[in-house]
Nanobody
Framework: QVQLVESGGGSVQSGGSLRLSCTVF????????MGWFRQAPGKEREGVIG???????TYSDSVKGRFTISQDSAKNTLYLQMNSLKPEDTAMYFC???????????????????WGQGTQVTVSS
């Protein structure tokens, strides 16, 4: 059974940085497609960044130029580097994965079959 475990959340001031990690357990290789989502209180979960097996990325406009996705296959870990954080980035952040080769809509949560439990990011002004 594939399990995704996020870590690295915390509280930072506006303008600060955080790096989130998502480690994949129960499978030898990284899933073909992975993504980061977030959900703020009272709001729907939204896609932040997606990456496919070819390394192609899809970014939400709200994080372009500030957030970067990367992965270390040797560690079966996906990362989300978040810079220039804003209070509106405050949310629970989730890692997601799917084993299809390509996803038509990498920022749609319905595309993913595996989810982590989430890690909280709080940005204060």
């Amino acid at each position: 059974q594939v399990q995704l475990v996020e870590s690295g959340g915390g509280s930072v001031q506006s303008g600060g940085s955080l790096r989130l990690s998502c480690t994949v357990f129960g499978y030898t290789y990284m899933p073909n497609c992975m993504g980061w989502f977030r959900q703020a209180p009272g709001k729907e979960r939204e896609g932040v960044i997606g990456i496919d097996m070819y390394g192609r990325t899809t970014y939400s406009d709200s994080v372009k130029g500030r957030f970067t996705i990367s992965q270390d296959s040797a560690k079966n870990t996906l990362y989300l580097q978040m810079n220039s954080l804003k209070p509106e980035d405050t949310a629970m952040y989730f890692c997601a994965a799917d084993f299809r080769l390509l996803l038509p809509h990498p920022l749609f949560e319905q595309e993913y079959n595996y989810w982590g439990q989430g890690t909280q990011v709080t940005v204060s002004s």
